[in-house]
């Protein structure tokens, strides 16, 4: 137990065997500042030379000698402690250099909170960790010697990693339905500092969410002021687009309390927030819901012309009944699908459901993972894949307790529909005068909604409420419509929209004789709103009709802007579309903006790019963009930190689907064959493999102007995804065209990547001499390149190959070799590999014990990866290892690791599959057939989280 209590964080004190040590104990003050220093670099040893340049920079050499021999002999008298060595030197020197001993009995608070939360980094549960982390930051470090230079590095490493921690536990709290919790976690950051913006928009967005509007505007009226008065500067852009753009829209939710609240927090549900509060549907809103709630209502459609409000009546009819499904109610928007099986894939990317590698069809692992549950699906915008409309009958029939909400401008024409159609909102009466029946109108009290969110000072009056009323008549009552309309309420009176629209209506009506005229009071509204943009707005709008699926203000720059301008005048620009509804803006987990467009809307400026004649050029531009973000995130996704790059690939795929179906359609092969390439692994890793196996084929088969290192990288990724999905021998041919290709560029990395695939598709087949011969090139390669992370891959391999021919010294040594360079590069799921098949080389050799240690650090490795393949690995080696010890655990274990395996969809190799099959048929002899199917339905119905804690606490109490 420690006998010396060092607190650093919040104020310097120390204590020793309980006794806190006053400033007679520290009688020369340079003692207390040479501990500090000491403590500041305890993990390395401090020169005397830096020491005195330190305490007394203005002394001669010989005086700060003597001075620091005094000083030490004081720190040692303060600290005279004896060790459990018996030594009672904590502080220790020798010529040159002075340090604390490691292993002194010294309890320091900042170390422990650093200690805690890298603890807390590898926890399945970091929730007790980080607050306990929290408990330990009483404060800045040493905020007595903030003007001390030695201090400032570890002084903001530590604000930085309390400040992380302080969102961890706002993004915990607010989670497990806690928002109060969650918002003292956040207002501490700004008590910090007054000025952390960061702080501020989370903790503005959190209030927003959980209908709190006035706190959110008080916290940013406060960081004004703080800025103002601290800084003499304004909030930054995002921070006024957060709170010009959302704030306002934010509705008020009303608190529920008791068994009603408890019963609404289990329920779970997947709806964006929407802006305001439901207007004029109160009649739709009740019929809708008790359709949908009707046992024989399992489709209903609502239909109505864009921009009617569809969407946003079943996102209130699903919140309305999202108690109802047991298994949550899901929003999935289809607006960036183009084909039917994007449908499916739409589907089953909200739902996370992983795609199948095994053959097996996406649609039917989705209708497998919904099964029996009680499930809510809201299908928006479907009338851009109307001809997908037999998958939605076909997952009704496969899952009998799903029900569907679809909105479409159409009809799906299914003999399970139940069509409901939306109407425009009510409008007021033609000829009144009155403010009061005008004003009674929803389609006017929607103006007044969406006009007074912008501008509060704005009143429906006796003078204006002719125009309004007028407006919203002109308008059709279309709620989008009207929203475009109120958006210019800062520029122009209601009399003045008016008379201008009018002018526009009438160009409209002659240029679109054959759009139907509800559609052209909502085309005159959106073609009102462009004519009034600036041309750099007008430009910027149309070339964003080009994404898919949203955008970035990084993808802004690059593919909307001119190169000329700067970043900051595309963010205004941006902000200026957001302000008059022409965009949308949400914020991502990293505080950065992210726009995109209401479809009926993308229409509209996808039609005016194609008559500016930029389509082309605009198309080119977000091909390359998505190249460069893709082949990016490529390089990061091997290394200490990849998930973040991969969350960046998931919000950008609908822009690589759209930019990979524009270079396949073009011709441009090269640019097609770098994008699908770039993606292979993100495509692995997430569950892609039946996408990635139609988009890499396409690429593989180009020959068209691409370079042969460049087909080399597509055929071997390729290769491997045809390998992963069991096709070996498409993946064989893949692989040594790959190979070819690479040898004739000499592209060293490819060639030994291929090299790697290859022996991999040997070993499938059985044949580790051909295995064999491959590793060892790909190993002398690695070799020669200095490439460690492929040499440990290697040697592996040639460890497995090892194994499998009973060689198992060879194997030792092998893995081995492989763990210790994987454990020296941070390769978590590589030392995790090499950790199961060494367990599996110490299990042949007959020690179980020393195999199930591995095994289990291995499992915990993956399940904070959250690998599931490796999960699967993990606990079939160690069933492996239970096999004669306890068959009971070995069956579980091994039912546990196939419903793991079937959910990411990837098999065994054929020789670990005869193992386990082998282990299976022993443990089904020594049990008999009825313990032994007892055991495999126990362990099928097991949670996963649960068995993982009982193998690794039954491994830990050995």
Known sequence: MAQIHVYLLGGFRVVVRGQTLGDEVWHRRKARQLFKILLTHRNRWATKEELVELLWPESDPDSASTNLRSVMHALRRALDVPQANGSAATLLADRDSVWLRSDAQMWVDADEFERVLEQADAAVDPAPLLRRADELYAGEYLPEDVYEDWSVERRERLKEAWTTLRFQLARYWDERGDPDAAATSLRELLRADPCDEQAARELMRLLTRHGRRSEAVRVY???VRALRDDLDVEPSEITTVLFESELPHAPVKLPVDGAGAAH???QPHHLPPQPGALIGRAAELNAA????????????TLVGAGGCGKTRLALEVGTSV????????????????????????AIGRELEVAQPLDGQSYFRRLSEAIGQDEVLLILDNFEQVLDGGFLVADLL???????????????????WEHEFPVAPLA??????????????????SLFVQRAQAI?????????????????CLRLDCLPLAIELAAARIKL???????ARLEQRFDLLTVASRDVPERHQALRLAIDWSHQLLSDDERAAFRRAAVFAGGWTLDAAVRVIADPSVPSTDVLTTMQALVDKNLLRVAFQNDGEPRFSMLETIRDFAHAELTTSGELAIQQRRQADWCVQVAEKAEAELSGPNPAPWFDQLEREHDNFRAALRWCFDQGDGLTGMRLATALGYFWEVHGYLQEAHRWLELASQDRTGVSAAVRARACGAAGHVAFLRGDYYSARTLLTESLSLSREAGTAQVTMQALINLALVAMSELDYARADEFLQESRAIASNLGDERSLAASLNLLGQVALHTRRLADAHSLLQDSLHLRRAQGDGWGTARALCDLGQVLDAEGDDTSARALHAEALTIWRDLADMWGVAYALEGLAMTFATRSPEMAVRLLAVATCARQRVGIRALPAREANLHAIQHTCAGVLGEAAFSAAWSRGCQAELDSTIDEVLASNADR
């Open 289 to 300: 819901t008790s359709q949908i709630v009707r046992d024989d209502v399992r489709l209903l």
């Open 455 to 471: 501008k509060p000072d704005w009143r429906l009056s006796q003078s204006n409420a002719p125009a309004v009323s007028r407006l």
């Open 427 to 444: 409008g007021p009466p033609p000829s009144s005068t009155s403010i009061e029946a005008i004003a009674s109108s929803p389609a006017v």
């Open 322 to 345: 999202r108690d109802e499904f047991a298994r949550g109610v899901w929003f999935v928007d289809l607006s960036a699908a183009r084909s039917p099986d994007q449908i499916v894939f």
């Open 264 to 266: 609404a927090a289990r």
């Open 492 to 498: 122009f009176e209601p009399e003045a929209m008016l």
């Open 221 to 223: 009226q406060a960081l």
């Open 397 to 415: 029939s496969a899952c009998p307790k799903l029900k569907i909400i679809v909105t479409s401008r159409e009809a799906l024409h299914l003999r």
